[in-house]
């Protein structure tokens, strides 16, 4: 098992660098640059023209890992790495209509919000219909750290489901608002889940394949992305990485993690939302310099102090790899 995870993440790793090699400049020819929304920084303007849909190397990456390493286990009968596949997948399709969108307008607007929503919430609810119909959920609430089990109805299960699988996409995508910054507050997140398979072993494998080509593909495209970008994931990829995320989690039957891992992604979505609420509630009045968190961060923040984005990017991924520590400890027992 062990190999085959650490096959895994390096196989993907070298996919997608390779890939990106030759995909990056085809991007240019093609002019799928990436427009930016003149009400953030003013400095972020000198990005604009930066291609986009880059996440398509690390989807590439993971959907090749899945199929090469994970054929013995689909001969076996065993899917859930290609159950989750297929449902980032279906995102990262989402994402694509709306990076397409943009491009076709060359401007920084592409799906409406509320067909954005539907279209998740649909992929959502059949996602979990179908693990549910299969048999890889239960209509029960792990809660980690107190190692207790909650039995809910099933169709409040489901609308909690859909609830979480929607919020922490659109929070994945809100966190793609500097270079990197998606890419390495996931990453200890994807580790975290390839740690928990060697914790619980070989019948979790598959996931364990899913998580570490993920990895592996993130650290690959980090090498594009990483400040000054030379290419965005786009929301394709941040869609496909958010979907990937949820997936996980409920694959692992342990959604309430999300709370610990994923706080990155729920301090920057808070700060959206205060920031909306407070703004209308006040009449102009803002918490934040500007949201999401990030930006907030970069003009100044509450101290004054502008904070550069490898600054941000390594307070982001330091603080999202602590709490995938505490994450763990969090589910450590429940192995046990």
Not at 34 to 54: D, L, N, Y
Not at 80 to 94: D, E, K, R, T, Y
Not at 166 to 186: F, R
Not at 243 to 259: E, K, Q
Request: overall charge positive; some cysteine.
């Amino acid at each position: 098992m062990t190999i085959k995870l650490i096959s895994a993440f390096v196989l993907a790793f070298l996919f997608a660098t390779a890939f990106g090699r030759f995909y990056i400049p085809w991007l240019r020819k093609q002019k799928a640059g990436q427009q930016i929304k003149e009400i953030g920084p003013k400095w972020h303007q000198s990005k604009s023209g930066t291609p986009t849909m880059g996440g398509v190397m690390f989807i590439l990456a993971v959907a090749f890992v899945c199929l090469s390493l994970g054929f013995d286990s689909m001969l076996h009968g065993n899917y859930a790495h290609i159950f989750v596949l297929l449902f980032a997948l279906v995102f990262g399709a989402i994402g694509f209509l709306d990076d397409w969108e943009k491009i076709k307008k060359k401007q920084n607007l592409g799906l409406s919000g509320k067909m954005k929503f539907l279209l998740q919430l649909a992929a959502a609810l059949v996602f979990v219909l179908l693990m549910r119909q299969i048999g890889y959920l239960k209509t029960q609430l792990y809660i980690p750290f107190w190692q207790k089990t909650v039995q809910i109805p099933e169709w409040l299960y489901y609308i909690f489901a859909a609830f979480v699988i929607v919020g922490t996409v659109n929070a994945v995508n809100l966190t793609d608002g500097l270079d990197g910054l998606a890419t390495g507050t996931s990453l200890p997140v994807c580790l975290f889940f390839v740690v928990v398979t060697f914790l619980w072993g070989e019948r979790f494998l598959e996931l364990g394949l899913f998580a570490s080509a993920l990895a592996g593909g993130l650290v690959g495209f980090l090498v594009y992305n990483f400040h000054p970008a030379k290419v965005f994931m786009g929301d394709t990829g941040s869609l496909f990485l958010g979907g990937a995320v949820a997936a996980l989690a409920f694959a692992f039957d342990m959604p309430m993690i999300l709370i610990t891992l994923g706080i990155m992604y729920i301090v920057e979505t808070l700060s959206d939302i205060i920031q909306v609420g407070y703004f209308k509630l006040t009449h102009g009045k803002r918490v934040f310099r500007m949201a999401p968190f990030h930006h907030h961060l970069e003009l100044g923040g509450w101290t004054g102090k502008k904070w550069r984005e490898v600054e941000i990017f390594c307070l982001f991924t330091g603080i999202s790899l602590l709490f995938a520590i505490i994450s763990f400890i969090g589910v450590y027992h429940r192995a046990l």
